[in-house]
């Protein structure tokens, strides 16, 4: 009975691998690299002095100073509810775990600007909460509140999102360990689980960071887009490319590019520490 012979291993033509990565390369550079050096070269197309005068102008400030302000509120929130979330649905079973794992997932679905036109049916002046909040002389829609609360939304899924997964791959042995040894919930919470998950969780908080400082859609609706007061970084782009304001408007886009830039190599460098963890761990 004679046997079969084996098949000698796949490998693909290197024409087809290098067209595949030509391709890639080139749709990168036509979508991402080129876009982001348009918007270096227009900002100083006129100059240092005109960029930082852009940049400088006391609107512009308002805008950067606010955004700052948005994401330093929105994104700790979010990082206390994506620990909480991940800690509740890897470690507990209970009734409607599927039905909250996909309410955290429904910021991805939902268009930003639904997001915001959300919190103005609810707390505009002819919104549900309106009459009442007007009553108590409490302003939420075109207030500092409100761009916190449509930025909390849509950066609400990414903290958790990176914790779940890895916190399900892990399962609870180090925990049960820890609790047959004496150590309360808190205990074990912060001497076992947040050091096992610090890396996703610090790329959880970077990837909702960027998220909050870029946000249009959703803060473009609740902010009305007050010059000086509500205007976030990429509303002051807006307002400003719309005024044939080039030069400003692109030294804005610059700071948001740059942080991008800054975010992309913090993600790399948190991805390969992540990726050398989870290796060592796979080793013990």
């Known amino acids: 009975m004679s046997g079969l012979a084996k098949s000698p291993a796949r490998r693909d033509p290197p024409f087809l691998v290098a067209g595949l990565i030509a391709v890639a390369v080139a749709y990168l550079a036509l979508v991402v690299f080129l876009p982001l050096v348009i918007v270096f070269v227009e900002a100083l197309r006129k100059g240092v002095g005109d960029y930082l005068a852009g940049i400088g102008d006391a609107e512009a400030l308002s805008a950067i100073k606010l955004t700052l302000l948005v994401a330093a509120i929105a994104v700790p929130l979010n990082t206390i509810f994506g620990l909480a979330a991940a800690w509740c649905v890897t470690k507990f079973d209970f009734k409607g775990k599927n039905l909250l794992v996909t309410l955290i997932d429904l910021p991805f679905s939902i268009s930003p600007v639904i997001s915001g036109l959300i919190y103005v049916l609810l707390y505009g002046a002819n919104g549900w909460f309106g009459p009442w909040l007007q009553e108590h002389n409490i302003q939420i829609i075109f207030s500092v509140t409100g761009i916190v609360l449509a930025t909390t939304l849509v950066t609400l899924p990414f903290v958790a999102r990176e914790l779940i997964p890895l916190m399900q791959a892990q399962g609870s042995d180090e925990e049960a360990a820890a609790t047959t040894l004496g150590a309360n919930g808190l205990r074990t919470f912060f001497l076992i689980t947040l050091p096992n998950v ?54 804005v886009a610059s700071l948001l590019a740059l942080f991008a830039l800054v975010t992309l190599a913090v993600k790399t460098l948190l991805e390969a520490r992540f990726s050398d963890e989870l290796a060592a761990q796979r080793w013990r």
């Open 198 to 251: 610090k890396w996703a969780l610090m790329y959880g908080v970077l990837l909702s960071t960027a998220r909050a400082m870029g946000e249009f859609g959703a803060v473009s609706v609740v902010s009305g887009k007050i010059r000086g007061l509500t205007a976030t970084m990429p509303l002051q782009v807006e307002i400003l490319y719309n005024e044939y304001n080039f030069v400003a408007a692109f030294a």
